[in-house]
């Protein structure tokens, strides 16, 4: 049995606003709703791990669902950030902290990681997943025409791998190329099978 077959008795929550998160798991066939949007403060310990804080973050969101679950409900959180010298990258304030962090990337290497937490009313999956990607010298134009052009306010790092960026300026990713674009859609397709047969079990 496939994996959508064996989601019929449940009901998938994606709490999530990224398009791409949404075009991803529809992508592999799953089906989902979009959970009602709601606030959580992403904040972590100041001496937290740079490469711990997407799964503590995924797992601060879960917990913050406004609402207990429901039987039969699995609650999808993740969160994604960008590291470079040991520096978390996050979504740029305004355009000049945008051209800031891709100066940063230019020329480099950078870990992109991605946590990911899955929950019922009583049992919770939580896993991780990395990318390293290399990025090609930007010249101080083309890094403006891109933020420009367009405006990744809402993306960790500054960009988007599906944009032109991705197109012309990376070099090399070693680890899922979807897990740079906000999920690690094969991983969570694993994950969750494996989750949903644990609750088969437990019934």
């Keep these: 049995m496939l994996l959508h077959e064996k989601l019929l008795p449940y009901r998938l929550l994606l709490a999530s606003q990224s398009p791409r998160r949404r075009e991803l798991l529809t992508g592999c066939g799953l089906r989902y709703e979009l959970a009602p949007r709601y606030d959580?403060?992403?904040?972590?310990?100041?001496?937290?791990?740079?490469?711990?804080?997407?799964?503590?973050?995924s797992q601060l969101k879960s917990d913050g669902f406004p609402r207990p679950l429901a039987e039969g409900e699995i609650l999808l959180t993740a969160d994604t950030v960008v590291i470079?010298?040991?520096?978390?990258?996050?979504?740029?304030?305004?355009?000049?902290?945008?051209?800031?962090?891709?100066?940063?990337l230019s020329g480099a290497r950078h870990t992109v990681i991605t946590g990911v937490t899955l929950r019922t009313a009583d049992r919770r999956r939580s896993f991780t997943a990395a990318s390293e990607v290399t990025l090609r010298t930007l010249t101080d134009e083309e890094t403006a025409y891109y933020v420009d052009t367009?405006?990744?306010?809402?993306?960790?790092?500054?960009?988007?791998?599906?944009?032109?960026?991705?197109?012309?300026?990376?070099?090399?990713?070693?680890g899922?190329?979807?897990?740079?674009?906000?999920?690690?859609?094969?991983?969570?397709?694993?994950?969750l099978e494996r989750f949903i047969g644990e609750l088969s079990q437990q019934n």
């Design 40 to 57: 959580v403060e992403e904040t972590y310990p100041a001496d937290m791990a740079a490469a711990d804080v997407p799964l503590y973050l």
């Design 150 to 174: 367009f405006r990744p306010y809402d993306k960790a790092g500054s960009y988007g791998i599906q944009e032109w960026i991705g197109y012309a300026a990376i070099e090399r990713i070693d």
């Design 84 to 104: 470079a010298g040991g520096e978390i990258l996050g979504k740029p304030h305004d355009r000049a902290d945008a051209l800031r962090m891709l100066r940063k």
């Design 176 to 191: 899922s190329f979807y897990n740079v674009m906000g999920l690690p859609v094969q991983r969570v397709y694993v994950e």
